[in-house]
C-alpha cells in the first residue's frame, strides 16, 4: 500500500519560514519524481517544484528564490523548505510521486498571516 504523509505546515508570518517533509512507503522512492503541489482558496491546484530521481528541479516562477525542494532517498521523504513566505502563498499543499503510476499525499495546510 502506497501512502505518502506530508507534514511540517502550519501557521507562519509574512517572511517567515517553514519545511514541509513527505515521507513515502510502498514505492521505491528513487526512482520516483516527486513534486509539491497547492490548492489555494478558490483556485486550482498548481505545481510549486518538482524533483526527479535524477535530482533535477523545477520550479514555479511564483516560488523561484524563495522555495527549496530536496530529496533523501535513504530515508524515503522529500523536504519543501519555504522562505520569505508571502499571504498568497496560503494553501493545501500535497505531496505527489509520479512514475507510471501517480500517487498524492492527503495534504497539509499552510497559512501565512499576521
Known amino acids: 500500500q502506497v501512502q505518502l504523509v506530508e507534514s511540517g505546515g502550519g501557521l507562519v508570518q509574512p517572511g517567515g519560514s517553514l519545511r514541509l517533509s513527505c515521507a513515502a512507503s510502498g514505492i521505491i522512492f528513487s526512482s520516483y519524481a516527486m513534486g509539491w503541489y497547492r490548492r489555494a482558496p478558490g483556485k486550482q491546484r498548481e505545481l510549486v517544484a518538482v524533483i526527479t530521481s535524477g535530482g533535477y528541479t523545477n520550479y514555479a516562477d511564483s516560488v523561484k528564490g524563495r522555495f527549496t525542494i530536496s530529496r533523501d532517498n535513504a530515508n524515503n521523504t522529500v523536504y519543501l523548505q519555504m522562505n520569505v513566505l508571502k499571504p498568497e502563498d496560503t494553501a493545501i499543499y500535497y505531496c505527489?510521486?509520479?512514475?507510471?503510476?501517480?500517487?498524492w499525499g492527503q495534504g497539509t495546510q499552510v497559512t501565512v498571516s499576521s
Open positions: 505527489n510521486a509520479r512514475q507510471v503510476a501517480t500517487y
